[in-house]
T-cell receptor, first 116, second 111 residues
Framework: DTGVSQDPRHKITKRGQNVTFRCDPISEHNRLYWYRQTLGQGPEFLTY????????KSRLLSDRFSAERPKGSFSTLEIQRTEQGDSAMYLC??????????????FGPGTRLTVL | SQKIEQNSEALNIQEGKTATLTCNYTNYSPAYLQWYRQDPGRGPVFLLL?????KEKRKERLKVTFDTTLKQSLFHITASQPADSATYLC??????????FGKGTRLHILP
């Protein structure tokens, strides 16, 4: 257990439905990242936050995806109008602070999304 | 184009031998490079980080080398054990605060 939790662990939904995932990072960590991972691939960067500010979004993140970190603590990732291609493992990671010249990331267990 | 390549999708090594995994990259200038372990159905777990000005880093049975001229990192597990069987991910830490992962190498340690 890395100290990063994600909820739910599994989500099955029908195409066209909206889903929301939650990530609780390690409490003193300023940085929070979202990744998507499909079978046989490494995690693909989606977006990240420094405290409550969303600093970057990948081109992979279409308009149907939105992420928030309202108080600089937990974060949510919402996918609207889900498509079958959204089926993947969604991973959250947190890190202390990049200014410390090390950016070891602590990953949560992931949320596995299946879109039928 | 920018690429990260990890050697062969799967590697079978006899227990007790040294496993060597390769990570090559093109058109990146990482500030440092990280290695993670991932077990099925779980998130990656950080193992080692090596900076661009470091040639080698060790941690217990693990050793990582980083050659910025060759644009290559080697990850070694000595005295390998079946419990070392997992997928190992190479990750480049770019200067813009993003981390880019390779596809990983599945390592099987055969008893």
């Amino acid at each position: 257990d890395t100290g990063v939790s994600q909820d739910p662990r599994h989500k099955i939904t029908k195409r066209g439905q909206n889903v929301t995932f939650r990530c609780d990072p390690i409490s003193e960590h300023n940085r929070l990242y979202w990744y998507r991972q499909t079978l046989g691939q490494g995690p693909e960067f989606l977006t990240y936050f420094q405290n409550e500010a969303q600093l970057e979004k990948s081109r992979l993140l279409s308009d149907r995806f939105s992420a928030e970190r309202p108080k600089g603590s937990f974060s949510t990732l919402e996918i609207q109008r889900t498509e079958q291609g959204d089926s993947a493992m969604y991973l959250c990671a947190s890190s202390l602070d990049a200014s410390l010249a090390t950016d070891e990331q602590f990953f949560g267990p992931g949320t596995r999304l299946t879109v039928l | 184009s920018q690429k990260i390549e990890q050697n062969s999708e799967a590697l079978n090594i006899q227990e007790g031998k040294t496993a060597t995994l390769t990570c090559n990259y093109t058109n990146y200038s990482p500030a440092y490079l990280q290695w993670y372990r991932q077990d099925p159905g779980r998130g990656p777990v950080f193992l080692l980080l090596i900076r661009e000005n470091e040639k080698e880093k060790r941690k217990e049975r693990l050793k990582v080398t980083f050659d910025t001229t060759l644009k290559q990192s080697l990850f070694h597990i000595t005295a390998s054990q079946p419990a070392d069987s997992a997928t190992y991910l190479c990750a480049l830490d770019l200067r813009d605060d993003k981390i880019i992962f390779g596809k990983g190498t599945r390592l099987h340690i055969l008893p």
